[in-house]
């Protein structure tokens, strides 16, 4: 039996520093706008939390009780722009000089089907507070920064613990998705150990992830794999069954881990960044029918698609054994992008396969990189009108013809200038 002490209060715990989002001029137009005829709202969730761990705040979410309809009212009678963007649900979107923030009635559940929930609207914190997934999700904060913390997320979050909110089968039986959320926020705030609860109910209800669409899924792999460290996650996940679940024959964690290090650490260059996609390709075998098996079951688009493809199973790696003259003849044919990629992913598979590099070895795949900044990738300067200048017609004989110009100014380290080339164009 829980003692009245161990009850959730609403009470508030502390004073959150001061905030430049808080304070913006757009945030007290809302908040003054939904507090006008006296209802108390409140900054809920994420903004809470990352102002508490010290991280940048991007999306300001606020939570009512009032209902939608009313939310709509209070916003328009203080001539601010609302936006019912999920109206049926209990969510309105105010947008003030561009700026949006998402206001949601405060619910309690009704009915879960692990995918959807019906949900009723309350003007109970404590109701709306528990629906929430994770204990350091459920804090909130009012205009004056006055902070609620009924479950102790604070604590949990300077202590890098990610825990569910009451029972953790339970919250994954009302949405799947929260299993992947886990790991999700493990990524970005966990540390070790894992909550032996979250982690069993994780373990216990992986194969359900079956039931989530595609989207869903992409969504919370991208947001992990963009976390500074991804690999602890990832580990967890192998070792319980969840990333099989996810991308079967598919876990090159090695692989991951020496990219996640060069990403961060070991490269200073001009745009090496966190890059999911890029992470993903280095988890995936090197087999396109496989990539583009991943890329269909998340439903990616066609452009990330082609990249996932493109960065797993590649024609050719750069390599750092090859001399100046090849490693400029593929830059010119992949473009500075797709040669950064493959440039990381191949040294990547290299320090993961062969562990602490050579003397020197760095240094040459430093230079690769290098090379992008450094050269200029060329034009070809002769065009299809030129061919057409010799009295060739126009037909596939065109594009033959400039092709093996091309192959032969490539192989000449892009040396011959036009006029060699047109005299070339005449002999071929």
């Not at 013809?401 to 005449?426: C, G, M, S």
Request: with cysteine; net charge negative.
């Amino acid at each position: 039996m829980e003692r009245l002490e161990d009850l959730p209060r609403d009470e508030p715990v502390g004073e959150l520093p001061p905030q430049d989002w808080l304070d913006a001029a757009e945030t007290k137009a809302v908040m003054q706008a939904l507090s006008a005829q006296g209802a108390s709202p409140r900054f809920v969730g994420g903004c809470v939390r990352d102002a508490l761990a010290r991280r940048p705040v991007t999306d300001v979410d606020i939570a009512t009780p009032d209902a939608p309809e009313r939310v709509m009212e209070l916003l328009a009678d203080a001539g601010l722009r609302a936006i019912p963007t999920g109206i049926e649900h209990g969510t309105v979107t105010a947008v003030v000089n561009g700026k949006s923030f998402e206001i949601t009635t405060l619910r309690r559940d009704v009915e879960t089907d692990g995918r959807h929930a019906k949900v009723q609207f309350t003007d109970d914190w404590i109701a709306d507070a528990s629906r929430r997934d994770f204990t350091i999700n459920a804090l909130s904060c009012r205009a004056d920064r006055q902070v609620y913390d009924p479950f102790g997320g604070i604590a949990d979050l300077a202590d890098g613990r990610i825990v569910f909110v009451g029972d953790a089968m339970k919250r994954i039986d009302e949405d799947v998705l929260r299993l992947l959320r886990y790991f999700r926020f493990f990524a970005h705030f966990g540390l070790p150990p894992a909550d032996i609860s979250a982690i069993n109910a994780c373990r216990s209800r992986a194969g359900r992830l079956s039931e989530l669409s595609g989207e869903r899924i992409a969504a919370e792999l991208m947001k992990l794999l963009a976390a500074a460290d991804p690999l602890p996650a990832l580990v967890l996940m192998q070792g319980n069954g969840v990333l099989a679940e996810l991308l079967p024959d598919a876990a090159d964690l090695g692989r991951v881990r020496a990219l996640t290090f060069l990403e961060s650490r070991g490269v200073r260059r001009p745009g090496i960044a966190v890059d999911p996609l890029r992470r993903l390709a280095a988890l995936l075998k090197p087999d396109a029918e496989h990539a583009a098996a991943v890329a269909g079951r998340l439903r990616l688009s066609n452009a990330q698609t082609e990249r996932l493809i493109a960065l797993a199973a590649p024609e050719i790696l750069p390599d750092r054994k090859m001399e100046p003259p090849q490693q400029r003849r593929l830059l010119y044919q992949l473009g500075a992008e797709r040669f950064r990629d493959l440039t990381l992913l191949s040294w990547a598979h290299v320090r993961a396969d062969e562990g602490y590099p050579p003397s020197g070895d760095n240094a040459r795949w430093m230079a690769m990189l290098d090379l992008i900044d450094d050269w200029a990738i060329p034009d070809f300067p002769v065009r299809g009108d030129d061919v057409l200048a010799l009295g060739v017609p126009a037909g596939p004989e065109v594009g033959r013809r400039l092709d093996a110009v091309r192959a032969w100014w490539e192989e000449q380290d892009f040396r011959p200038d036009r006029a060699e080339l047109l005299e070339r164009l005449k002999g071929s």
